[in-house]
């Protein structure tokens, strides 16, 4: 018997994706670095480096720090700024074959609308994820997503600078991330990327100083997976919105924590430093799982295993 071909579309916000895979930001650059390596046409989409409004040279070195299990890193949102940005790379993206998501940083709420105003001017743009919890920057980096109110505060000065899809991503080092992520859908956010690196840092026995030049990094790869996997899962039970779920994702059994968790989506970050072809790979284990079980589409299995999130049916008949 042939089986009918499953469908791995998803949307999330409002942003359309035929496959349910987002390229973290910073982690895949641009997309033209990966494409003589891999087949662009079958990810999801490619989350941009966040930018700010001025150019910002990061931190100090080193800035990167491997861990069993993991990456420490403390970039600090390096950047040539937003109108540089626009004006020599998003320009040249136009025609890339995966939807192309702007990231928005910033240590303001007025420079966080700013960037989004001008991401959302950029047609090659297809929607914009709003990072506003950044851990390895020395100020206000993590601030906004750390507290409700200033959550609530910057989601709705980028809501009012944008119509594109908009996606909030939230932090780990909170004590209660639903009460976060509750706040961020109140204020207009669409979808909510769940969750960004986890706060850590590493020390150089011989030396007896810190081994990253900020101290304090971000701790990316499989060994904050648990975490990240419960977090999804207590957000999932929290808004009504599509979650991306991010968070050590290496192959297909990873992702479908994620999804049965209650993501829609999942984002892949520092395995794709390893492998570029790991999304690709994915989609395929995906597919396979799905046939496997005599299911169609990705949509049937969302939020499976968490008896707290609704349902799409569910939630349309709550709009209704």
């Known amino acids: 018997m042939v089986r009918p071909p499953v469908d791995l579309s998803v949307n999330v916000g409002g942003l359309a994706l035929r496959y349910p895979t987002l390229m973290g930001s910073g982690c895949y650059g641009t997309g033209a670095e990966f494409a003589p390596f ?40 390096q950047n040539p700024g937003i109108d540089w940005l626009v004006e020599h790379e998003i320009a040249a993206l136009g025609g890339m074959p995966c939807p192309i998501v702007g990231s928005a940083a910033g240590f303001s709420v007025d420079e966080y609308a700013q960037v989004c105003g001008r991401l959302d001017a950029s047609p090659e743009i297809s929607a914009i994820e709003l990072n506003i919890s950044c851990p390895n920057v020395a100020s206000e980096g993590e601030t906004f997503a750390c507290d409700a109110n200033l959550t609530a505060s910057v989601v709705r000065a980028a809501r009012a600078a944008t119509r594109k899809p908009l996606i909030v991503k939230l932090s780990p080092n909170v004590t209660d991330i639903a009460a976060i992520a509750r706040e961020a859908e109140r204020a207009g956010a669409d979808a909510l990327a769940v969750v960004n690196t986890v706060r850590g840092m590493a020390i150089d026995v011989e030396r007896w100083e810190p081994r990253l030049g900020n101290v304090a990094g971000g701790l990316s790869g499989p060994a904050i997976r648990p975490i990240a ?49 790991v999304p690709e790979r994915i989609a395929v284990e995906l597919a396979e799982y799905l046939a496997s079980r005599n299911l169609r589409a990705i949509s049937e299995i969302v939020g499976r295993a968490n008896a707290g999130f609704a349902t799409p049916e569910q939630r349309e008949g709550d709009a209704g």
Request: glycine letters at 12%; zero cysteines.
């Open 229 to 277: 996997v419960l977090a999804v899962y207590e957000v999932a039970r929290a808004v009504r919105i599509p979650i991306v779920g991010q968070g050590g994702i290496a192959n297909a059994s990873d992702a479908l924590e994620f999804i049965l968790a209650g993501a829609s989506a999942v984002g892949i970050g520092t395995a794709n430093f390893l492998d570029p072809r």
């Open 38 to 77: 891999a087949d662009l046409s079958r990810i999801g989409a490619i989350v941009l480096k966040s930018a700010t409004l001025a150019p910002r040279l990061g931190n100090a070195m080193p800035r990167l720090v491997h861990t069993p299990a993991g990456l420490l890193n403390a970039i600090g949102l």
